[in-house]
């Protein structure tokens, strides 16, 4: 079946250099077809080049709604929504790697205490249908938010307690302290009150004709292909440079990925084996990618089950896994090892406690850890490691069926385990299956992802706080270990009540030592964000050198792209 | 009359069944369609924010109810047609889902089943009348051969000399990526002329049966004492053919004509996949894939009740081609 699909998107490719004769269209296909470059990635004159008002004509930018057949679905507020990112605005743009934030619809904001939010709206601001953006528009979007809970993605609504608007100021009053939570209020979707109050369900609409504040408004929509429009009166229509931004149907199999290689997506998102050599090296000058860190890949063990339940044992643990070799192997070598402290370093090294060796790394040392266990009371017999109930140790460590990297890595966890004399077996089952065993407890052992939110108290809370956890058989939130510590319960309290600085890191550096000195969960490897580009048609993006935003920053990246040359 | 009520009662005692199956199947299926749906669109390396699965699931409407008045619900939502929202396209219902690819596949395999059978049961008639002529041979292998072909290959081999090295034909979808879907000329020609690479695919294998299938038939009753009656009688040899030979033969393919056409709404799913097709049989495979249990229903549904009631439309037709069958159920 893939051969099927890699035929077609060759087919795309070659679709543009018509002109060539029919045998050089033979000898390109075979070139494509064996892996060389095609000879007409260039591709003809009408792509190079700028309009006449030195805009870049359009950049192609991949998929752009679920599903093979996708639906004209703008409400930004919907899980199967189409890409809207630069269709609507929200007050501030918080970039998601290093958590800036950028002045966006509001000038600026000021907290009263902690529960109390002022911002200030920018002047001269206009809906893509002529009208004028006013607080009211910001209230109702609000209050909509509130009353459809099913529409609150960001879980806004059950803090906001109030939210009013007079001239050009908006002051949202909340039922605890938000301050921490300033980067999920702020990043909701602003949407025009005279269009969606005569919704009667704006749950359900499909807001067709998209009316927002963004740069770029929908010129046509169909199953196989989405163009949007520059708006050439948008409030900051000078910092934006692309005519057109194109989205094609993400395929299946390696369509995309073949895509990718030719040349025909100037940005996406996907995960592509041995990049350098199928990516970049088609085109080294403008072929590029960064995989910026995106979350922590923990290895999560059943706090409520020997020998788990053992401080000693899971301290242990720490130093016996290979991470190197899992970011190495399993993960080809696109990610970092991960730090004990439950960081993501180096995006929230600002955070980190000093006072830890090594920035929290935990190198591999099987040694170390044998004598850690004998020293815990772990015998061994015939190589093989027993609890303290004289049974032989073994677990099963569970993977969804498919995420062929997370198995290599649960393998490499498995290998280092026996060399300790621990028996392990990787079971994968299917996904639905393993999310509502890991829900109600039923595992040994399973990897698990927290972490990498702007809001550094969701990043421990999620994993840590026993609120979000639940007894084995109930369902629990996201503390899928069971971790119950009073400790950290106060830690996490400390930090949420939206103290100053000090009091924050103070917080913050104690959480780092529950994970440090109590192992509830030993993470392994930063999760990557698949990011490939091109720098033929634009630069600017957004890379390692210049990590000024994440890929998935839409807007904080479109008005930062230039003409390629310029 | 007994028989054809006959029919009917088995009819809906199978239907029955069959809705029933549909509703317990996913139901035995573990998880929680929000998680995976979140899950899908955070990707496997950053974390799932529980706000969003709460979100979702508040947005999809699931309920924790009783199995039973589930099944209540669900036969009473059947009853006005509705089967629910899709978990991939939500807000979108799944009859929209189904109504948008259902025209596509009605079309490309309805028009060209029936093209094949027609194609074919000629063939296969003229075949056997002129039974060890070479034409005989040459269609009767040729079908053999093409018939042991894997389609797929067929459809490739098509996608690769047509689509890819001559560019005669666009490689994959039911249209061009330029194009709004509307009812006019140029959308309709646009989709025809995207509908010939996959239409040949079909037509290329689906007489291969009905040829085979045909000729044999037919090359029994003719060898049938009453048409060495009719030949003896000194009929015209058209006659013979058409009357005594054809008229008994085709009634086996009669009834897999009917399945055929009912299994249609199951689409064809692996032309649909390899030419990218918007029809019924792509959006089937991507319910299965995508745990999307509404659609998945709704289209299992479709395609079992398409085949009971083209068996039941065949069964009526037997009854009235063959009088031997009403017959037979008087008699018992």
């Given at each position: 079946m893939p051969n099927v699909l890699v035929d077609e998107g060759l087919d795309k490719a070659i679709g543009r250099c018509r002109v060539a004769r029919r045998w050089r269209i033979l000898a390109v296909t075979i070139a494509a077809a064996v892996g060389l470059t095609t000879a007409c990635s260039a591709g003809s004159a009408e792509d190079e080049g700028l309009t006449k008002d030195g805009l870049i004509p359009f950049i192609n930018l991949g998929g752009y709604a679920p599903g093979t057949s996708p639906q004209r679905n703008f409400n930004p507020f919907s899980a199967n929504k189409a890409v809207v990112g630069y269709t609507f605005e929200t007050l501030y743009q918080v970039d998601q790697n290093g958590c800036t934030e950028h002045p966006w619809l509001a000038t600026n904001y000021k907290w009263d205490g902690t529960q109390k939010l002022t911002f200030t709206l920018r002047d001269g601001v206009k809906w893509s249908d002529g009208k004028p953006f006013t607080a009211d528009d910001v209230v109702f979007t609000y209050e909509m938010i509130k009353k459809n809970a099913a529409l609150d993605l960001r879980g806004i609504g059950p803090v906001l307690e109030s939210i009013t608007g007079e001239g050009n100021q908006v002051t949202m009053q909340f039922s605890s302290p938000a301050v921490l939570l300033f980067s999920k209020i702020a990043m909701l979707e602003i949407v025009p009150k005279h269009v969606w109050e005569k919704e009667k369900d704006p749950v359900t609409f499909t807001n067709p004709?998209?009316?927002?504040?963004?740069?770029?408004?929908?010129?046509?929509?169909?199953?196989?292909?989405?163009?949007?429009?520059?708006?050439?009166?948008?409030?900051?229509?000078?910092?934006?440079?692309?005519?057109?931004?194109?989205?094609?149907?993400?395929?299946?199999?390696?369509?995309?990925?073949?895509?990718?290689?030719?040349?025909?997506?100037?940005?996406?998102?996907?995960?592509?084996?041995?990049?350098?050599?199928?990516?970049?090296?088609?085109?080294?000058?403008?072929?590029?990618?960064?995989?910026?860190?995106?979350?922590?890949?923990s290895l999560y063990l059943n706090l409520t089950k020997a020998p788990f339940d053992d401080l000693a044992f899971r301290k242990a643990l720490t130093s016996g896994i290979n991470r190197q070799e899992i970011a190495d192997k399993a993960q080809l070598g696109y990610v970092e090892t991960a730090s004990q402290t439950g960081l993501i370093l180096p995006n929230q090294k600002d955070w980190l406690d000093p006072g830890i060796d090594d920035e929290g790394k935990i190198g591999y040392d099987a040694d170390k850890t044998?004598?850690?266990?004998?020293?815990?009371?772990?015998?061994?017999?015939?190589?093989?490691?027993?609890?303290?109930?004289?049974?032989?140790?073994?677990?099963?460590?569970?993977?969804?069926?498919?995420?062929?990297?997370?198995?290599?890595?649960?393998?490499?966890?498995?290998?280092?385990?026996?060399?300790?004399?621990?028996?392990?077996?990787?079971?994968?089952?299917?996904?639905?299956?393993?999310?509502?065993?890991?829900?109600?407890?039923?595992?040994?052992?399973?990897?698990?992802?927290?972490?990498?939110?702007?809001?550094?108290?969701?990043?421990?809370?999620?994993?840590?706080?026993?609120g979000q956890s639940a007894p084995i058989g109930g369902k629990a939130i996201s503390n899928f270990t069971r971790w119950q510590d009073g400790k950290t319960d106060d830690l996490l309290n400390q930090l949420a009540s939206g103290g100053d600085e000090k009091s924050q890191q103070e917080?913050?550096?104690?959480?780092?030592?529950?994970?440090?000195?109590?192992?509830?969960?030993?993470?392994?490897?930063?999760?990557?964000?698949?990011?490939?580009?091109?720098?033929?048609?634009?630069?600017?993006?957004?890379?390692?050198?210049?990590?000024?935003?994440?890929?998935?920053?839409?807007?904080?990246?479109?008005?930062?792209?230039?003409?390629?040359?310029? | 009359m007994r028989y054809f009520l006959r029919r009917i009662a088995f009819f809906v005692i199978t239907l029955w069944a069959a809705v029933t199956l549909n509703f317990i199947i996913p139901r035995l299926q573990p998880g929680d369609p929000a998680e995976s749906i979140v899950a899908q669109l955070t990707g496997q390396g950053a974390a799932v924010d529980p706000d969003q699965i709460r979100a979702v699931r508040l947005m999809l409407g699931l309920k924790d109810e009783s199995i039973l008045a589930q099944y209540w619900e669900y036969l009473g939502q059947l009853v006005h047609g509705n089967f629910g929202v899709s978990y991939t396209y939500f807000p979108y219902s799944v009859t929209h889902m189904i109504a948008e690819a259902?025209?596509?596949?009605?079309?490309?395999?309805?028009?060209?089943?029936?093209?094949?059978?027609?194609?074919?049961?000629?063939?296969?008639?003229?075949?056997?009348?002129?039974?060890?002529?070479?034409?005989?041979?040459?269609?009767?292998?040729?079908?053999?051969?093409?018939?042991a072909l894997p389609f797929f290959w067929i459809a490739l081999l098509l996608l690769y000399f047509l689509a890819f090295v001559t560019q005669w034909f666009p490689d994959a979808g039911g249209y061009s990526t330029s194009i709004?879907?509307?009812?006019?000329?140029?959308?309709?020609?646009?989709?025809?002329?995207?509908?010939?690479?996959?239409?040949?695919?079909?037509?290329?294998?689906?007489?291969?049966?009905?040829?085979?299938?045909?000729?044999?038939?037919?090359?029994?009753?003719?060898?049938?004492?009453?048409?060495?009656?009719?030949?003896?009688?000194?009929?015209?040899?058209?006659?013979?053919?058409?009357?005594?030979?054809?008229?008994?033969?085709?009634?086996?393919?009669?009834?897999?004509?009917?399945?055929?056409?009912?299994?249609?709404?199951?689409?064809?799913?692996?032309?649909?996949?390899?030419f990218d097709y918007p029809g019924l049989g792509r959006l089937m495979i991507e319910a299965v894939t995508s745990r999307d249990y509404p659609l998945m229903q709704a289209l299992f549904l479709f395609i079992t009740t398409g085949v009971l009631l083209a068996n039941l439309l065949a069964d009526f037709l037997l009854g009235v081609l063959d009088p031997r069958v009403r017959k037979e159920a008087t008699v018992r």
């Open positions: 004709d998209a009316v927002g504040t963004g740069p770029y408004t929908v010129k046509t929509f169909n199953n196989r292909q989405m163009v949007l429009e520059r708006d050439p009166d948008y409030w900051q229509a000078d910092k934006v440079k692309v005519k057109e931004l194109r989205f094609t149907k993400t395929q299946q199999g390696q369509t995309d990925q073949l895509r990718l290689e030719r040349g025909e997506y100037d940005a996406n998102a996907m995960f592509v084996p041995d990049i350098d050599k199928v990516f970049v090296a088609k085109d080294p000058q403008h072929n590029k990618y960064w995989f910026a860190p995106g979350g922590v890949i044998k004598q850690a266990l004998s020293d815990a009371g772990y015998e061994e017999q015939d190589g093989k490691l027993l609890g303290k109930d004289g049974k032989p140790l073994q677990f099963e460590l569970k993977i969804p069926a498919g995420w062929s990297d997370w198995i290599q890595a649960g393998q490499i966890v498995k290998g280092d385990l026996e060399d300790l004399g621990i028996q392990v077996d990787v079971a994968s089952p299917q996904e639905t299956v393993y999310n509502a065993d890991r829900e109600s407890g039923r595992f040994d052992m399973l990897f698990g992802v927290y972490g990498g939110d702007c809001n550094i108290h969701k990043d421990y809370a999620d994993p840590l706080a026993s917080a913050v550096h104690g959480l780092q030592q529950v994970m440090m000195e109590q192992v509830p969960n030993i993470p392994l490897w930063y999760g990557a964000k698949w990011f490939q580009y091109r720098t033929a048609r634009a630069t600017g993006w957004p890379n390692e050198k210049d990590p000024y935003a994440a890929s998935s920053d839409a807007l904080l990246v479109i008005t930062k792209l230039r003409p390629a040359g310029s | 259902l025209p596509w596949t009605l079309v490309l395999v309805g028009v060209t089943q029936i093209l094949g059978f027609l194609i074919g049961t000629t063939l296969g008639a003229f075949a056997a009348w002129r039974r060890n002529s070479r034409f005989d041979s040459v269609v009767t292998l040729g079908s053999q051969f093409i018939g709004e879907p509307a009812w006019s000329w140029a959308f309709v020609g646009d989709a025809i002329y995207h509908g010939i690479l996959p239409a040949l695919a079909i037509l290329i294998t689906a007489p291969a049966s009905w040829i085979i299938g045909m000729r044999n038939n037919m090359v029994q009753s003719l060898g049938e004492d009453y048409t060495r009656l009719a030949r003896a009688k000194g009929l015209r040899v058209r006659r013979i053919a058409l009357m005594y030979g054809a008229r008994v033969a085709i009634l086996p393919n009669i009834t897999g004509l009917a399945l055929a056409l009912g299994a249609i709404l199951g689409g064809t799913v692996l032309v649909e996949t390899i």
